[in-house]
Nanobody
Framework: QVQLVESGGGSVQAGGSLSLSCAAS????????IGWFRQAPGKEREAVGT???????SLSDSVKGRFTISQDKVKKTLALQMDSLTPEDTATYYC??????????????????WGEGTQVTISS
């Protein structure tokens, strides 16, 4: 059973930076997609950035140039570095994953495993 545990997050002012980390365990298959998703109050859950088992990275247009996603396969962690934060980035951020997939094209609905989420709040 895949388990995902997020850490990091918190509150900063606009223009600031935060970093998130996801500790992943229990992966059985060599092909997977893992990524960060977020959900703001009253909005649908959306993808922020994903990485597949080939190392292909996809970032949402809304965070390109500001956020960086990376994984450490040895430590089995997924990181999200968030810079130049704006109030629109305020949301609960989730780490999620799915196995036995060729890529990360499935979106949030395709993810099989989810962390509990961590809150990110950006004040203006």
């Amino acid at each position: 059973q895949v388990q995902l545990v997020e850490s990091g997050g918190g509150s900063v002012q606009a223009g600031g930076s935060l970093s998130l980390s996801c500790a992943a365990s229990g992966f059985t298959y060599s092909t997977y997609c893992i990524g960060w998703f977020r959900q703001a109050p009253g909005k649908e859950r959306e993808a922020v950035g994903t990485i597949d088992s080939d190392g292909t990275i996809s970032l949402s247009d809304s965070v390109k140039g500001r956020f960086t996603i990376s994984q450490d396969k040895v430590k089995k962690t997924l990181a999200l570095q968030m810079d130049s934060l704006t109030p629109e980035d305020t949301a609960t951020y989730y780490c999620a994953a799915e196995e036995i997939v060729a890529d990360c094209s499935g979106g949030p609905d395709a993810m099989d495993y989810w962390g509990e989420g961590t809150q990110v709040t950006i004040s203006s």
